[in-house]
């Protein structure tokens, strides 16, 4: 379909598309096997302009929105999720300081992002505060001009390779979720550590490791938005970030899709190619009407989102589950149609199934977006 982008938004689409076929469809399959973070391809990605696509003019950026950001991203995903990952996350990790952040922290960290020579992380979860972010126990306490930060994050994509993290922490835990606050940590700050990179079913080109703070010192400035205003930050950051995921999951499908179509066209089985099959045809009919109807859904939901409505939560939380899930559908579906070739290392498919099941879980479990939906349309009937 023809979503009628404008020039710019094509040069986005056409730049992004071409370092995915060139870069990191090549890389794909070693990356995968060798769990390596694509350090040349984050690098080339800054060298054509796209790591500032959702940060402001003023600070070096690009100066568009959700929906430029997801154009890129889509390709990036067409290639693998696990490269995009990489860029969403470090977007994830600056959207906090473009939300809330002071000018001062603005200008101090938007640029080097803008530019490639830094990138970001997101440190929101716990061993005991996954989707239940209320939960989390690291603490973050005044001593004279200096926060001093105590305690671990858990699964944090970037960790070890950002270096700029923004990091929610309790400053008083009698306030509840108003106790909350996010600080901006750098990966030089005394007392801050990781852990060893986990070892992962998919998106082995990310990194995720444990975060730690041990008496970790950062300037009384470092505070994105004000004390107890952490929660606020993270639930507008993450109504925003969730089409991104969205949309990983869109280029995905299409990935998929594309290498499925072209299979069963050139497989034969009595003496003729699978395709002519019906029952291959329907699978790979339902793949196509699921991929373009996520990717409906997460462009409207994205220009949404940059026309600056009051409320995005609930149809974040749509284009994020629906997307997802057709993803894990769309792929089980693709190693489906190769069949035993399908299952094997040789294809791509077999990573691409794996890849998609985070998908579902990270950035909130599908289940969790699902009583967000919920609790949105309780509340939008009640009104009415």
């Not at 290498?259 to 019906?278: D, E, H, L, M, T």
Request: hydrophobic share 40%; glycine share 8%.
């Amino acid at each position: 379909m023809d979503y009628f982008l404008t020039e710019e938004q094509q040069m986005i689409v056409d730049v992004a598309r071409q370092i995915a076929n060139e870069k990191i469809i090549p890389q794909r399959a070693e990356l995968d096997e060798k769990e390596e973070y694509p350090t040349d391809i984050i690098k080339t990605i800054a060298q054509a302009d796209l790591s500032g696509l959702y940060i402001p003019e003023e600070y070096g950026g690009f100066g568009g929105g959700s929906f430029e950001n997801i154009l890129a991203l889509e390709q990036f995903a067409r290639g693998c999720i696990g490269v995009a990952t990489v860029f969403a996350a470090s977007a994830l990790g600056i959207y906090p300081m473009i939300i809330s952040g002071s000018s001062e922290l603005k200008h101090k960290y938007l640029p080097d992002v803008a530019s490639g020579k830094k990138t970001a992380a997101f440190a929101l979860t716990e061993p005991d505060a996954g989707s239940d972010a209320s939960g989390i126990q690291t603490t973050a306490v005044l001593d004279n001009d200096e926060w001093v930060l105590n305690g671990s994050k858990q699964w944090i994509t970037n960790g070890g390779e950002a270096n700029i993290y923004s990091v929610i922490a309790m400053t008083d835990r009698k306030k509840g979720a108003r106790g909350a606050t996010m600080f901006v940590v750098e990966d030089t700050d005394p007392g801050f550590s990781y852990g060893p990179k986990e070892k992962k079913l998919g998106i082995r080109a990310s990194a995720t490791r444990p975060l730690y703070f041990k008496d970790c010192r950062i300037p009384e400035d470092r505070i994105i938005g004000r004390v107890g205003t952490g929660f606020i930050t993270v639930m507008k950051t993450l109504n925003i970030s969730r089409p991104g995921i969205a949309i990983l999951g869109v280029g995905l499908g299409q990935s998929a899709l594309d290498v499925a179509v072209p299979y069963a066209k050139q497989r034969i089985q009595f003496g003729k190619p699978v395709i002519s099959f019906q029952a291959v045809q329907h699978l790979l009919a339902d793949m196509a009407i699921q991929i373009e109807a996520a990717r409906a859904l997460i462009y409207a939901t994205a220009k949404y989102i940059d026309s600056k409505p009051k409320s995005i939560s609930k149809v974040s939380a749509m284009c994020k589950t629906f997307a997802t899930d057709m993803a894990m559908k769309v792929t089980t579906d693709a190693v489906q149609v190769l069949a035993g070739y399908g299952y094997m290392r040789e294809y791509p498919v077999e990573k691409m199934m794996r890849d998609a099941k985070i998908l579902q879980i990270y950035e909130g479990t599908n289940q969790i977006q699902r009583n967000v939906i919920g609790q949105e349309l309780n509340k939008e009937y009640s009104r009415n």
